[in-house]
């Protein structure tokens, strides 16, 4: 009599295999997930930075892009500087995504009509935000303020790191 199926061993070692090929698949699409949502914030908060900048500059009046509440990684809004401060743009993140600031673009970004950022006191301003990354993964973005008020997106290692490990 021929024999027709699988045996029980048998049945158990394929579904042990597929539970650990879907735990090893679990794990990467999150880190993957993670990653993802961490460049995408990146990339949306250097482009508020460019929109504020180009509204300081068609508008030649200060525009400012402040971080909500909780902070950069709550999300952020563009504003007039004028005493009414009428709002621009509201932008929202997931809240799962930590941005810090080093202390000049802590909790703001001012640009003056010509499209400079600056401080309180009207100085030069320059700064970085950091997209922080789980414990021990190396990846970091990192947005750079330059004087002259270009934004740029970085994925190297920054110099000072704002980050906890």
Not at 54 to 75: F, H, I, K, P
Not at 86 to 101: A, D, F, K, M, N
């Amino acid at each position: 009599m021929k024999q027709r199926g699988v045996t029980l061993i048998q049945l158990l070692f394929g579904l042990a295999l597929v539970a650990l090929l879907t735990q090893l698949a679990t794990a990467s699409y999150s880190a993957m997930s993670n990653d993802l949502q961490r460049q995408a914030a990146a990339k949306q908060l250097a482009q508020a930075l460019r929109t504020t900048r180009n509204e300081a500059l068609l508008r030649n009046e200060v525009v400012t892009l402040q971080a909500r509440e909780d902070g950069w990684g709550s999300g952020w809004q563009i504003v007039l500087d004028r005493g009414e401060a009428p709002l621009l743009r509201e932008y929202s993140t997931s809240g799962r995504v930590t941005i810090l600031g080093n202390q000049p673009v802590a909790r703001q970004v001012r640009f003056s009509g010509l499209g400079v950022p600056l401080r309180e006191g009207s100085a030069f301003l320059a700064g970085s935000l950091q997209i922080c990354s789980e414990p021990g993964e190396k990846k970091l973005y990192q947005i750079v303020l330059s004087r002259t008020g270009r934004v740029s997106l970085r994925h190297e290692q920054p110099v000072k790191r704002l980050c906890p490990d």
